[in-house]
């Protein structure tokens, strides 16, 4: 215990003063005499001197004792300091991409949280940060749900890191500049990462992350299912041509014989007709061919009326939307590439985009909307309706790459705005709808997306969606996963941070003045009471 | 209260000293100046019509010729009251002067009297305490005589009167000391004093100032006057005490 004012004990020696005082002053013994006609005639007069050596020490003199002591003590501003551990800011982040269904990872994660939250992190500020779909800072734990698509934990972890001294990431995967608590499940899981259907033909995309083994790929279409044992390695690519001009839908279902089930079966529906004429001015055999490849399109050399029109270093011709394809200039390989968000970037990898090297857009064609970016130079850009790209279309760079006809199939999708024949929906990737689509009059119960007046559609759970059009009711099926959902493995490890590490602690003064004079109070008031019985 | 058969013994000895003549109504063992039938002569007068032919006296008619009655000393019992102070004063000394007063009770049953040991045994401090008016006989008053209204009431005794002022030895030497507030216990009238050697030496001479007033103002009354300390044993006030001072022969 501490004083504020330790100088006020000087006045304990008043303590003195009271003693000596009520030596003096002592109260009167009450005596019952048989007469007091005698008495009456003495004279009263002080205690001798010699009486105050024989002091009495009474209960009245002790609270009056008290009292002063109390009152001296009230004023010297006792205090007591106490300490405990510094209330750290700490961010949760939860990271809820649809891999981490499996294994029952999300509820795990959940309950790891809540052990942290009731133990070492009890007397912590603590915050909790989710993407459900966007990053948004949740009020409980129990709010945290998963999505069926891939969650971007980067803006999640610039939100969670505003205001707070440690992010702890619930994830399994290894991250830098935040603590991690990795949850690891089951590997070996195959799944469907790409999915095209035309009238001829269906191309799957598979990616696997367990030892070679055999797995059966089953397609369905109109009523016929075909299916075919194949050998799951590293990762492959697998087609099938069949007549699907009559149908509908093609389902593809991957028999891998795992217990991740998100990503073995999608669904391609029919929109509406995929013609569409494409005018390209220029030499090269290759993009002419991803072009022809993509169903429905039918490839014009020249210019002329076009719903898209490619030309190779010169102004496209008049179309809806175009392509002008700029051969690179201080040409680069690139290390690193911007985010890959646009629709017209879909499913690229890239590394197989920087192969034969890009160049940076020259300046009066960069200035709209970034598509492709570079090693921070912008390498393809949307603007007017026109999409400038800088890259090498050599035959052995980028173009010999499985992103190269990927590409143009986006940019076909992109240019018919959805009316291509089939359509494969992505979760957490954006889809243009025809432009006309106005609603979603029905969707999976819960299910998490967004339909822009625009027309794109983004569903962050996998399902059947009814879109409303002019021409009526169309059925979307939204089921294929980012790639790297795939990979369900992932680490297990504990929190790789002591959170009860002592970091400092904050001290806390408590005062104790209004307790010494309540004492007082109570002692004068006893010490009164007492004075007045003896009377 | 029990007396050993050897001071009862010493009790039937005992008669109360007298100095006036007293009247009394039942014949008993005392003489007194009432003329009466029993053998102790006193003188001879006149007869006068009505007096008894037995009481004249016929030798002398022989040698005057005249008729003279012999007058006797009627043998009466003498009337005692005994009067204990029961005023809350007495408090300290009360079960001295029950037991005193059962002494002269028993010591008057012999001359006569009939005051029940009972009604002195059932007596209780605290109950108020007044003399009542006295034509004759023996009254003997057991009192602290703190209160001074009692002088007057002891003025109205017409009779033969003896006072026993009894203090007990805590009024006549305090032992009490230091700031006091001192309360009366008839009245509850206080007064602060501080008691020291000094007080208590002045209230040593206040109180034989006021003893020795009582005494004066009893000899002038002709009231017997005996001061006694309730400390002192019974049996000694009677026996020394009570004779030294005339009130027992």
Partial sequence: MSFENPGAFWALSSLALLVIFSLWRQAAARTVVPSVLLWKRIPERNPPVRALRRPKWRLELLLQALAIAASIAALAGPFVTTSRPKARKIALVFDTSARMREGGRI????????????????????????????????????????IDAHVDLEPLLAAARQGAEHVIVFTD??????????????????????????????????????????????????????????????????????????????????????????????RAVRLGSARMVAAFDGEMPLLVRAL??????????????????????????????????????????????????????????????????????????KQGEPILVADGRTVAA??????????????????????????????VDFASRGASAFAVVRTGRPYDLPSRASEIIRAPPGALYSLSPEGRFLAYTQGEYVVRTPEGDRRVEADLL???????????????????????????????????????????????????RSE | ???????????????????????????????????????????????????????????????????????????????????????????????????????????????GNSIPLRAIEDLQVGTPFALPTIGR?????????????????????????????????EEVEPSFEGKLRLVDSESGENCVRFVGDEERAEYRKLLAAHVADWKRWCFDRDVNYLRCSSGTPVEEVVQVYLREAGVLD
């Fill in chain 2, 1 to 111: 209260m029990l007396f050993d058969e050897v001071f009862l013994r010493k009790l039937e000895a005992l008669r109360f000293a007298v100095r006036r003549s007293i009247a009394g109504r039942r014949e008993g063992e005392r003489q007194t100046k009432r003329r009466g039938g029993s053998s102790g002569f006193i003188s001879h007068r006149s007869y006068s019509q009505g007096d008894e032919f037995r009481s004249i006296d016929w030798n002398l008619y022989g040698r005057l010729g005249q008729l003279y009655v012999k007058e006797f000393a009627r043998e009466e019992a003498l009337p005692v009251r005994l009067f204990v102070d029961t005023s809350r004063s007495m408090a300290p000394k009360f079960d001295f002067a029950r037991l005193l007063g059962a002494v002269l009770a028993l010591v008057a049953n012999q001359e």
């Fill in chain 1, 382 to 411: 949307l603007a007017g309706g026109v999409l400038h790209l800088s890259i090498d279309l050599a035959p052995r760079g980028w173009a010999s790459t499985p992103s190269f006809p990927i590409f143009w199939k986006n940019v």
């Fill in chain 1, 173 to 266: 995967r290894p991250l830098g500049g935040a603590h991690t608590v990795l949850l690891g499940a089951a590997g070996g899981n195959a799944g469907i990462t790409e999915l095209a259907v035309t009238d001829e033909e269906v191309f799957v995309r598979l990616a696997h992350h367990g030892a070679t083994r055999k797995a059966v790929i089953r397609v369905a279409w109109a009523g016929r299912v075909v299916e075919e044992t194949i050998l799951l390695g590293a990762g492959r690519g697998w087609s099938r041509r069949e007549d699907f001009s009559r149908a509908d839908e093609v389902s593809v279902t991957l028999d891998g014989g795992d217990g991740f089930p998100l990503d073995d079966s999608v």
């Fill in chain 1, 292 to 365: 022809g490849a993509v169903p429905g399109v039918v490839v014009r050399p020249g210019g002329g009326e076009a719903r898209l029109s490619v030309a190779v270093d010169r102004p496209p011709s008049k179309a809806p939307f175009s392509v002008w394809l700029h051969s690179p200039e201080g040409r680069f390989l690139p290390r690193a590439w911007g985010p890959m968000t646009h629709p017209l970037a879909a499913g690229l990898r890239p590394a197989e985009l920087g192969q034969g090297g890009v160049g940076e857009l020259p300046r009066e064609f």
């Fill in chain 2, 137 to 169: 006989g023996l009254a003997i008053v057991v009192s602290d005589l703190w209160d001074e209204s009692l002088r007057p009431s002891l003025s109205r005794l017409h009779c033969e009167t003896a006072v026993i002022h009894v203090l007990s030895p």
């Fill in chain 1, 107 to 146: 509820e795990r994660m959940k309950e790891e949280a809540r052990r942290l939250w009731n133990g070492a992190l009890a007397g912590d500020e603590k915050r909790i940060f989710a993407s459900i779909p966007a990053p948004q800072a949740l009020s409980s734990i129990d709010e945290v749900r998963g």
């Fill in chain 1, 482 to 532: 980012d790639e790297e959902e795939s990979d369900t493995a992932g680490l297990t490890r504990v929190l790789d941070w002591d959170p009860q590490a002592p970091e400092g602690r904050e001290f806390a003064r408590r005062g104790l003045g209004g307790w010494a004079a309540a004492l007082a109070l109570l002692a004068v008031i006893l010490a009164w009471v007492l004075q007045r």
